[in-house]
């Protein structure tokens, strides 16, 4: 599906530099598939080849698998009554029921380009912000009556204005949903909100082969190349928690830990139950318990921030500019990176670090070329 989402796109652009706005319906073949032939559990492109004994030279490329698709349309029309067909693709391509306070005229306005939309209510405080790949296909899906909660039907009845901002990209759209959600809080919104205490682990290098864990805010840390960090908290609670948790399963020292308040040399409650080695009162070599936590910790480690300095993630036309896993903002010019770079600095965003981190290996480390595009 991401192929034929590419090709559409790039008709899409195509006709836009020659002043056409391009629209086409979209049929989706497992829908079609699933309502034409609902005896069957499986409709992907796999599936169809082999029931209804579909040929392609080459899987998984453009021209092969529109071939595919195209065969699979005359196949149907000689397992199909038209009449059948035609009730399949009028049921798919139905106009959604939109809220009687939204004119129907914004179905004409509708983006189908990556972004963020925003539904209001009967204020200037959104309702409900949401990303897409599509504008206009998310959006309309929301008022599409087959609504998978009853929250969802609310919400649909509830909208009074819908208004969007176009991205670049997807995570450009992801980018902007997080801050948005946070800047604006918008009341059906429950994933993205602030996370202003979150907090990780860290080790303290105390002599003698004993790290210890210490727990750290986030918004405290450069998270530079040289910072390792274990987990992103939302409270205090919940990092002890999982620290706890790591040291009945991986025979853990309380004491050196930081889960028993007893000094080293007192045995910790662990080695009175016999969990702990004894690393307490010198029985277990503090290297050794170390190495052990270190071990019960990689599973949490978080991804270092591979530069000195600044990187740029390039996505279209734009580029997202990130220093230490905070986005600092989306720039089209040098000019504008300057601007950022001269701002404050933003508060360290565990949403924004887990979009980030994904896309590490396409960072771009600052200083570029003085440039007006970019390049």
């Known amino acids: 599906m991401k192929l034929y989402y590419t090709s559409f796109i790039f008709l899409k652009n195509e006709f836009k530099r020659l002043g056409i706005t391009f629209r086409a319906s979209v049929l989706c073949t497992v829908k079609l598939s699933r309502t034409l032939f609902p005896e069957h559990k499986r409709h992907n492109l796999d599936s169809l080849i082999e029931r209804h004994d579909l040929r392609a030279e080459a899987r998984h490329r453009a021209l092969a698998d529109a071939q595919l698709i195209h065969q699979f349309w005359q196949k149907i029309h000689l397992k199909r009554s038209l009449e059948t067909i035609d009730a399949a693709l009028k049921a798919q391509n139905a106009h959604p029921s939109l809220p009687p306070h939204i004119d129907a005229s914004i179905l004409d306005d509708l983006p189908e380009s990556p972004g963020v939309y925003l539904f209001y209510g009967d204020n200037d405080l959104p309702l409900y912000i949401g990303k897409a790949k599509d504008i206009r296909q998310r959006v309309l899906s929301h008022f599409s009556g087959d609504h998978s909660s009853a929250k969802e039907m609310a919400l649909a009845q509830q909208v009074r204005r819908i208004d969007w901002i176009e ?48 727990l750290a805010l986030a918004a405290d840390l450069d998270f530079d190349i040289h910072t390792s960090c274990y987990g992103l908290f939302k409270s205090t609670k919940e990092a002890n928690e999982v620290l706890r948790t790591l040291a009945e399963s991986h025979n853990l020292c309380d004491v050196l830990t930081g889960l028993d308040k007893a000094k080293p040399g007192k045995p910790c409650f662990g080695h009175q139950i016999k969990r702990c080695k004894g690393a307490c009162i010198g029985k277990e070599p503090l290297a050794k318990h170390t190495m052990r936590l270190m071990t019960a910790l990689t599973s949490l480690k978080l991804v270092s921030w591979p530069f000195t300095g600044p990187a740029l993630i390039r996505e279209g036309e734009e580029a997202h500019l990130v220093e230490g896993w905070r986005y600092l903002g989306t720039v089209k010019s040098d000019e504008e990176i300057h601007a950022l770079l001269d701002g404050s600095r933003p508060p360290f965003d565990r949403d924004a670090y887990k979009l980030l981190a994904k896309y590490v290996s396409k960072m771009i480390p600052l200083p570029l070329k003085r440039s007006n595009n970019l390049e």
């Open 167 to 214: 991205t670049a990209g997807e995570i450009g759209a992801l980018l902007k949903e997080s801050r948005l959600v946070k800047t604006l809080l918008p009341t059906a919104n429950r994933q993205l909100r602030k996370n202003d205490d979150v907090c990780t682990w860290t080790l303290v290098d105390e002599g003698e082969g004993w790290l210890r864990p210490q």
